[in-house]
């Protein structure tokens, strides 16, 4: 079993920035986990945002492409997601996911409300 923790959400303002974070509980293993970002906003199936590959290839869906930006550090097993220009429709429960070798944990969701 993997745990996983978000932090750093919150509110900000439109065109605003925020960072969140996803510290894993996986040992040494980290390394070997594809992660990705989703968000879920009310009524809606949750929606994959951004993903990092363990060579480190990032993918984006492409509403956030150019604004949203995916990276990890495998030494300290986080993986952050650095949200720029932000828009109300960013606003949701964003979820750290691990892949690893078909094995899928998620972590307990992170607020982000954008707003003015």
């Known amino acids: 079993q993997v745990q996983l923790v978000e932090s750093g959400g919150g509110l900000a303002q439109p065109g605003g920035s925020l960072r969140l974070s996803c510290a894993a509980a996986?040992?040494?293993?980290?390394?070997?986990?594809?992660m990705s970002w989703y968000r879920q906003v009310p009524g809606k199936q949750r929606e994959l945002l951004a993903t990092i590959t363990t060579s480190g290839e990032e993918n984006y869906e492409d509403s956030v492409k150019g604004r949203f930006t995916i990276s990890r550090d495998n030494a300290k097993n986080t993986v952050y997601l650095q949200m720029n220009s932000l828009k109300p429709e960013d606003t949701g429960v964003y979820y750290c996911?691990?892949?690893?070798?078909?094995?899928?944990?998620w972590g307990q969701g992170t607020q982000v409300t954008v707003s003015s």
């Open positions: 996986s040992g040494n293993m980290f390394r070997l986990y594809v």
């Open positions: 996911h691990a892949d690893f070798l078909r094995n899928l944990y």
